[in-house]
């Protein structure tokens, strides 16, 4: 092997002498040397040649060995620099590690030393950057997977967006009425959550829920179908067993998969609820759904005005209704451009 491939090293220092002998000793232990003999000509080669370490005499005419120090890291931190004086100053040594040196020797050096420091420098130096490509490859690993998983995950949520939609198709199809219901009960669940500020996660569980909230008609006589509590307790309590019938529905096909997936989850949200542990996303949904309801006009009925259903609401927040969502819904008036 060609004893000049482990290294360049550049001596700075003023005297020729000292120069020169570290420069042979260095040069017979393999490394490549180039002699500097004041500071300005040091950092003009340190510029040039990048060299793997440098040994640095602070006592220099002219630039001194500190000012030189100072000069190269400003271009090149991770070159070694080992510093050398015949000053016996503790201070001056603290100053110079402070400064960026990798190690402080004082002269007259010894030679072994001197190849200890630099080797020892070196390999610390080759440590770090092996380090440092590791943990970047390792973070470009994990920034690969994290978009190839967030892809799946984008994938796998149209693609359960898009079953809903054609499960709430399938739900309406029992009703001539039903769709136009399902859509204007989606565009306001969705217009009052961004009032709320609901998170982009939350606005998709919220679309979720509103698109089946009446998944239950499955399971429902179309004679209790439509929201009349204004107009009698029995039609009431009727038309609130839905959202529960619904949860039956979800749930019924979870036992025959063995567990509940994020998306059953989101859309138990969307359909149950339970008194004063009314679920926001729920909540949301039935106040749309009821509104709705309220103000449609039916083949045997006309709809509430706009005015009669929001006074229906008002008379049962706090028991049918989240009082907080109920105003809400009055002062962001999601149903505007609805009907």
Known sequence: MDKKTKGRILVVDDETLACEMLAKFMDREGYAVTPAFDGEEGVRVAKETRPDAILLDIRMPGMDGMEVLQHIRGFDQEVVIVMTTAVDDLGTALEAIRRGANDF???????????????????????????????????????????????????????????????????????????EHG????????????ALGLSGEAMETLEVGALLHDISRIGINPAHSEFHCHLGE??????????????????????????????????????????????LIASIVMIADAFDALTADRPHAKGLSVEKALQVLEEHKGTQ???????????EKPFIGSQ
């Open 105 to 179: 020797l004082r002269k007259p050096v010894v030679l072994y030393e001197v190849l200890h420091a630099i080797e020892s420098g070196i390999e610390k130096r080759d440590l770090r950057r092996d380090n440092r490509a590791y943990q970047h490859q390792l973070e470009e690993k994990v920034a690969a997977q994290t978009r190839e998983l967030r892809q799946i995950n984008t994938f796998l949520k149209r693609t359960n967006i898009a079953i809903f939609h054609a499960l709430s198709a399938a739900i309406e199809g029992k009703d001539t009425s039903a769709k």
């Open 183 to 194: 859509a204007r009960v989606v565009q306001m669940s969705q217009r009052l959550g961004r």
């Open 321 to 331: 209704f989240d009082a907080k969502l109920v105003e809400a819904f009055i002062r």
């Open 234 to 279: 029995e039609a009431c309590n009727k038309l609130h067993e839905h959202p529960q019938l619904g949860w039956e529905t979800i749930h019924n096909g979870k036992a025959k998969t063995n567990g509940s997936s994020p998306e059953e989850t989101a859309v138990a949200r969307g359909m149950v609820s339970g008194g004063a542990s009314m679920d």
